[in-house]
């Protein structure tokens, strides 16, 4: 981003940068021009070795963005609260996917978040039973409505497209065919969303982080909750950009277009935006660990062997020690 | 205290075998007869434990290795290539990444039991010197591991160690080159760090078998820090005593481990290393596996980048002199009351500077980090030196049978 724009956002960024105080935690809206740009969406205390200058161009380059004028300083000290805590069904010791959630998830990737994140997925892994559990035929059709590039050129040697099948990798957002090309125009990359959920946290902080690991009250959901809340998160009237939950409250993505209605639900769940947000949400954690399900229901026949296994080695070594007392 | 082997092969074929090649002798003396003193606890697990975790780390290293790729593009795509695609590649990946924290765990518990009960002491020097080496090699090779997933938190913790060589003055820059392949962290040196990684584990395996040969040498201390006197009345054989008593502190363990697996499997990492390496984008707050974390907590602590990688270096080094920082004459620490409260001082300290070390750095942590970096030096070049000079001990027992039999049936096993 600050290869393109450095320039031309010069004097802009000036401006911020006076008007926020070069303190400000909000100069996280960082220069990447990848995929996976982690700490773009953290604060960036620590000097990068991009250089300290580096920040400052990529915040600038958020404000042409959003139309509106510069955030005020009220607006990036505002508080930073964390990510309210859902229900998902997935969490805990038996938890699942929801395959209806995860249905509806995917309309809602397919529709809204899919015209620039890019989900690096095959079409034939939707088919998976844990997971959104499409039928066959139906990821047919679906990768049939894709133009997907051929891996190989044909025989005169021209690099061709043909209709998907339910193999190949879900395609790049069209208007976005690389991560370069989505960074000029929202100053960083859109990530790709295949590990995105496992990619994001906050800090829980102590004690909390001890209590997160233990059996029963464990809390492993900490990726979707912070995806979530950056979905809900939108509350400013007039910046698209501001977002509460996000370190620094400056996010490069804009408020994505998930207003009430706008994504028609077929199964009777009502078309709001927090379910919106909850069902991609859920999508997007299937999507980072889709073997969620098989791991737990391995770990409980290996759980229950362990403990009986350990049980009995434990009577057979008192029986044995028990003798030379 | 092995001996000579009493193996009598019970077959023709075995006594055959056994003329020309002593092995089933060498393997009944040293794990069935082999003595050990009756009154070990459940702190003496943690050597079987740990021979389990290196295959283990072994075995399903060696299987992700056939599914992995060493290249700097492709390396983050591969991971979740196994991750997805590779059957149960999920299951052999997050055993091997909690794998790696059991290991440290299990090192953990079993260098602090020898802290404890002064398992350093003579004429165990040599077998602690070998201990310190594995305890070395597991940290270069848990560090190079994790650099091969190639996500952020690989990418920069590589970066940053990597760089304290560039504190060594005059050719420390061309070091840190030299170790690179490159004039940075790139695809040169997660090729090298690929290879090592594979190579140093069997380099463990090899000092491990020195370990142990040094153990039978000498035998294994004890909670009570009294040489075994009597074989008939101190020891019991390892078969079945020991083996049994390992096998169900093993099992216990692998609960744990079990627990970290399936369902908490990414509780130790950091989310960040699911974004793949980025060069231009400096993680906010780049922190190492927390088994490192004391250590990087005394190298920030140092504002000179060279004293601070020295006091990093040193911390561990330190360890290989206690043999002799150590000067007091009584090994266990049941019998040295003022020891025993500076032992769980010096416990606490090392948490303290392991939670520090993955805090960001201000004036309090920075101030708390040099406060508890100068606690964990004194320990060894203060404390452990003094103490023996000065403090009063307890009488110790006259033989291990006694503790046994002074205490009791039920006391000789504390830990159930």
């Not at chain 1, 620590?46 to 400052?56: E, I, L, S």
């Not at chain 1, 994505?256 to 927090?274: C, F, L, N, Q, R």
């Given at each position: 981003m600050i290869r393109f724009k450095k320039t031309a956002l010069a004097p802009a960024t000036l401006a911020l940068l006076l008007a926020l105080g070069a303190a400000s935690r909000a100069d996280d809206a960082a220069p990447a021009a990848t995929p996976a740009a982690p700490s773009a969406e953290k604060p960036a205390p620590a000097a990068a070795p991009a250089t300290a200058a580096a920040p400052t161009p990529a915040k600038a380059a958020a404000a042409p963005n959003t139309g509106e004028t510069a955030p005020t300083d009220v607006d990036a000290d505002a508080e930073q609260p964390s990510p309210p805590r859902q229900h998902w069904s997935f969490s805990g010791l038996f938890g699942t996917y929801d395959q209806a959630q995860l249905q509806?998830?995917?309309?809602?990737?397919?529709?809204?978040?899919?015209?620039?994140?890019?989900?690096?997925?095959?079409?034939?892994?939707?088919?998976?039973?844990?997971?959104?559990?499409?039928?066959?035929?139906?990821?047919?059709?679906?990768?049939?409505t894709y133009q997907v590039t051929n891996d190989s050129p044909n025989d005169k040697g021209e690099i061709f497209k043909r209709p998907g099948i339910p193999s190949d990798i879900i395609p790049p957002p069209e208007a976005y065919p690389n991560?370069?090309?989505?960074?000029?125009?929202?100053?960083?990359?859109?990530?790709?969303?295949?590990?995105?959920?496992?990619?994001?946290?906050?800090?829980?902080?102590?004690?909390?982080?001890?209590?997160?690991?233990?059996?029963?009250?464990?809390?492993?959901?900490?990726?979707?909750?912070?995806?979530?809340?950056?979905?809900?998160?939108?509350?400013?009237?007039?910046?698209?950009?501001?977002?509460?939950?996000?370190?620094?409250?400056?996010?490069?993505?804009?408020?994505?277009?998930?207003?009430?209605?706008?994504?028609?639900?077929?199964?009777?769940?009502?078309?709001?935006?927090?379910?919106?947000?909850?069902?991609?949400?859920?999508?997007?954690?299937?999507?980072?660990?889709?073997?969620?399900?098989?791991?737990?229901?391995?770990?409980?026949?290996?759980?229950?062997?362990?403990?009986?296994?350990?049980?009995?080695?434990?009577?057979?070594?008192?029986?044995?020690?028990?003798?030379?007392? | 205290m092995s001996g000579s082997s009493t193996y009598v092969p019970k077959s023709a074929v075995g006594r055959w075998f056994e003329s020309r090649l002593p092995i089933m002798g060498l393997v009944h003396s040293s794990f069935i007869v082999y003595p050990t003193p009756r009154n070990l606890n459940y702190m003496w697990t943690f050597g079987a434990i740990l021979s389990f975790m290196l295959v283990a780390q072994i075995v399903t290293g060696v299987i992700l290795a056939m599914h992995y790729t060493p290249e700097s593009t492709m390396a983050f795509s591969s991971v979740e290539h196994i991750m997805r695609d590779v059957n149960y590649g999920w299951l052999f990946r997050y055993l091997h990444s909690n794998g790696a924290s059991m290991f440290f765990f299990a090192v953990y518990m079993h260098i602090f039991r020898g802290l404890y009960y002064g398992s350093y002491k003579a004429p165990r020097e040599v077998l602690w010197i070998l201990g310190v080496i594995i305890y070395l090699l597991m940290m270069a090779t848990a560090f190079m591991g994790y650099v091969l997933p190639w996500g952020q938190m690989s990418f920069w913790g590589a970066t940053v160690i990597t760089n304290l060589?560039?504190?060594?003055?005059?050719?420390?820059?061309?070091?840190?080159?030299?170790?690179?392949?490159?004039?940075?962290?790139?695809?040169?040196?997660?090729?090298?760090?690929?290879?090592?990684?594979?190579?140093?584990?069997?380099?463990?395996?090899?000092?491990?078998?020195?370990?142990?040969?040094?153990?039978?040498?000498?035998?294994?201390?004890?909670?009570?820090?009294?040489?075994?006197?009597?074989?008939?009345?101190?020891?019991?054989?390892?078969?079945?005593?020991?083996?049994?008593?390992?096998?169900?502190?093993?099992?216990?363990?692998?609960?744990?481990?079990?627990?970290?697996?399936?369902?908490?499997?990414?509780?130790?990492?950091?989310?960040?290393?699911?974004?793949?390496?980025?060069?231009?984008?400096t993680p906010a707050h780049i922190v190492p596996e927390w088994y490192l974390l004391p250590f990087y907590a005394i190298l920030r602590a140092i504002p000179n980048k060279l004293i601070g990688v020295i006091c990093l270096f040193g911390a561990i080094a330190l360890l290989a002199f206690l043999p002799w920082l150590d000067t007091s004459p009584v090994k266990s620490a049941k019998y040295r009351p003022v020891f025993r409260v500076f032992f769980w001082v010096f416990v606490a300290v090392c948490l303290g500077l392991g939670w520090l070390g993955s805090q960001e750095v201000n004036d309090s942590t920075t101030l708390a980090a040099r406060l508890l970096a100068f606690c964990y030096f004194a320990?060894?070049?203060?404390?452990?030196?003094?103490?023996?000079?000065?403090?009063?001990?307890?009488?110790l027992p006259i033989s291990i049978a006694d503790a046994v039999l002074a205490k009791g049936a039920p006391a000789a096993q504390p830990a159930e």
């Amino acid at each position: 981003m600050i290869r393109f724009k450095k320039t031309a956002l010069a004097p802009a960024t000036l401006a911020l940068l006076l008007a926020l105080g070069a303190a400000s935690r909000a100069d996280d809206a960082a220069p990447a021009a990848t995929p996976a740009a982690p700490s773009a969406e953290k604060p960036a205390p620590a000097a990068a070795p991009a250089t300290a200058a580096a920040p400052t161009p990529a915040k600038a380059a958020a404000a042409p963005n959003t139309g509106e004028t510069a955030p005020t300083d009220v607006d990036a000290d505002a508080e930073q609260p964390s990510p309210p805590r859902q229900h998902w069904s997935f969490s805990g010791l038996f938890g699942t996917y929801d395959q209806a959630q995860l249905q509806r998830g995917f309309k809602v990737y397919r529709e809204v978040c899919s015209t620039c994140h890019r989900l690096s997925i095959p079409f034939r892994t939707l088919e998976d039973p844990s997971g959104p559990g499409f039928s066959e035929a139906q990821i047919k059709a679906l990768a049939a409505t894709y133009q997907v590039t051929n891996d190989s050129p044909n025989d005169k040697g021209e690099i061709f497209k043909r209709p998907g099948i339910p193999s190949d990798i879900i395609p790049p957002p069209e208007a976005y065919p690389n991560p370069e090309a989505a960074a000029a125009t929202f100053g960083k990359a859109p990530p790709d969303m295949w590990v995105l959920a496992k990619a994001r946290k906050y800090e829980r902080g102590f004690p909390w982080f001890i209590f997160d690991a233990l059996p029963f009250v464990q809390y492993q959901e900490v990726g979707a909750d912070y995806v979530d809340a950056i979905l809900n998160g939108y509350t400013h009237p007039k910046d698209p950009n501001w977002n509460l939950y996000f370190p620094g409250h400056k996010i490069a993505m804009p408020q994505p277009p998930i207003s009430d209605g706008a994504v028609e639900y077929t199964d009777g769940t009502p078309a709001k935006t927090a379910n919106y947000a909850q069902d991609v949400t859920a999508f997007l954690a299937w999507a980072a660990e889709p073997t969620l399900a098989e791991r737990k229901k391995i770990g409980l026949r290996v759980m229950v062997f362990l403990i009986i296994f350990a049980g009995l080695l434990y009577f057979t070594k008192r029986r044995v020690w028990d003798k030379i007392h | 205290m092995s001996g000579s082997s009493t193996y009598v092969p019970k077959s023709a074929v075995g006594r055959w075998f056994e003329s020309r090649l002593p092995i089933m002798g060498l393997v009944h003396s040293s794990f069935i007869v082999y003595p050990t003193p009756r009154n070990l606890n459940y702190m003496w697990t943690f050597g079987a434990i740990l021979s389990f975790m290196l295959v283990a780390q072994i075995v399903t290293g060696v299987i992700l290795a056939m599914h992995y790729t060493p290249e700097s593009t492709m390396a983050f795509s591969s991971v979740e290539h196994i991750m997805r695609d590779v059957n149960y590649g999920w299951l052999f990946r997050y055993l091997h990444s909690n794998g790696a924290s059991m290991f440290f765990f299990a090192v953990y518990m079993h260098i602090f039991r020898g802290l404890y009960y002064g398992s350093y002491k003579a004429p165990r020097e040599v077998l602690w010197i070998l201990g310190v080496i594995i305890y070395l090699l597991m940290m270069a090779t848990a560090f190079m591991g994790y650099v091969l997933p190639w996500g952020q938190m690989s990418f920069w913790g590589a970066t940053v160690i990597t760089n304290l060589f560039s504190a060594i003055p005059l050719v420390g820059k061309s070091v840190s080159i030299w170790l690179w392949g490159a004039y940075a962290v790139d695809n040169a040196t997660l090729n090298r760090f690929f290879s090592l990684h594979y190579l140093l584990p069997f380099m463990i395996a090899g000092v491990v078998g020195l370990h142990v040969w040094a153990l039978h040498v000498v035998g294994q201390n004890n909670p009570d820090g009294v040489e075994v006197k009597n074989v008939e009345r101190d020891t019991v054989a390892f078969t079945p005593y020991a083996t049994l008593k390992d096998a169900f502190g093993l099992a216990v363990f692998l609960i744990l481990y079990a627990w970290f697996v399936f369902y908490i499997p990414n509780y130790l990492g950091d989310a960040d290393n699911y974004n793949n390496a980025n060069p231009l984008v400096t993680p906010a707050h780049i922190v190492p596996e927390w088994y490192l974390l004391p250590f990087y907590a005394i190298l920030r602590a140092i504002p000179n980048k060279l004293i601070g990688v020295i006091c990093l270096f040193g911390a561990i080094a330190l360890l290989a002199f206690l043999p002799w920082l150590d000067t007091s004459p009584v090994k266990s620490a049941k019998y040295r009351p003022v020891f025993r409260v500076f032992f769980w001082v010096f416990v606490a300290v090392c948490l303290g500077l392991g939670w520090l070390g993955s805090q960001e750095v201000n004036d309090s942590t920075t101030l708390a980090a040099r406060l508890l970096a100068f606690c964990y030096f004194a320990f060894f070049l203060i404390v452990l030196p003094l103490l023996g000079l000065f403090e009063k001990t307890k009488p110790l027992p006259i033989s291990i049978a006694d503790a046994v039999l002074a205490k009791g049936a039920p006391a000789a096993q504390p830990a159930e």
